[in-house]
């Protein structure tokens, strides 16, 4: 069964420190990995999609990475805001008909001030 | 640039009543979605389309109907709400997902309770 899970499942973090998120998989036939920021009340927005020939990839103060070998994923946020708050979901696409997208639990991540 | 469209945002219904959840999206795209959101859990797919007049079953499909009679729009509907329903729905479209970086994009949710 594919399957996408995040760590962890919640963290607090002070304003301007760095944090890194991570996802593991076991999506078959792999095809995609998205990183995702949904903040309370509002729909997904996506930070950054890699393939399988991709290992980094950043979108301003986030920086996403993958390992296909091992199905690892992480997200980097670096000098954290106050408006990072929010969950950061791990979606994984697989190569099969509709794109279906496989999503993790998301982490939820608190910066206090 | 609406971009995907959910109405209605908020809905409390009663057990056994039936509604239709309308999603709307004006980037001509093929590829639309229907979610459930329920806390602790990963988005969860209902049903999806691969195009106007084309419906299909997702993981969680049981108690729900969809419709794709225009491109731009694709209909949830619950004939006969049960409190497990109960959750937060999304709707996302997205091109041909052949393309490997092919993007997917949400509505900013349904927020349904059945009591």
């Known amino acids: 069964k594919n399957q996408v899970e995040q760590s962890p499942q919640s963290l607090i973090i002070l304003e301007g420190k760095n944090c890194t998120l991570q996802c593991n998989y076991t999506v078959s036939p792999f095809s995609n990995l998205r990183w995702y920021k949904q903040d309370t009340g509002r729909g997904p927005v996506s930070l950054t999609i890699?393939?399988?020939?991709?290992n980094t990839k950043s979108n301003g103060r986030y920086t996403a990475t993958l390992d296909a070998d091992t199905k690892q994923s992480s997200l980097h946020i670096t000098a954290s805001q106050l408006s990072d708050s929010a969950s950061y979901i791990c979606v994984v696409s697989a190569k099969a008909a509709g794109n279906k997208l496989t999503f993790g639990g998301g982490t939820r991540v608190l910066v206090k001030p | 640039n609406a971009g995907v469209t959910q109405t209605p945002k908020f809905r409390v219904l009663k057990t056994g009543q039936s509604m239709t959840l309308l999603c709307a999206q004006d980037m001509n795209h093929e590829y639309m979605y229907w979610y459930r959101q329920d806390p602790g859990m990963g988005l969860r797919l209902i049903h999806y389309?691969?195009?106007?007049?084309?419906?299909a079953k997702g993981e969680v499909p049981d108690g729900y109907n969809v419709s794709r009679l225009k491109k731009q729009n694709f209909l949830l509907g619950l004939e006969s709400a049960a409190p497990s329903q109960t959750s937060v729905y999304f709707c996302?479209?997205?091109?041909?997902?052949?393309?490997?970086?092919?993007?997917?994009?949400f509505g900013q949710g349904t927020r349904l309770t059945v009591v």
């Open positions: 890699m393939t399988f020939s991709e």
């Open positions: 996302a479209s997205s091109s041909i997902p052949a393309l490997t970086h092919t993007e997917a994009f």
């Open positions: 389309s691969v195009g106007e007049g084309t419906t």
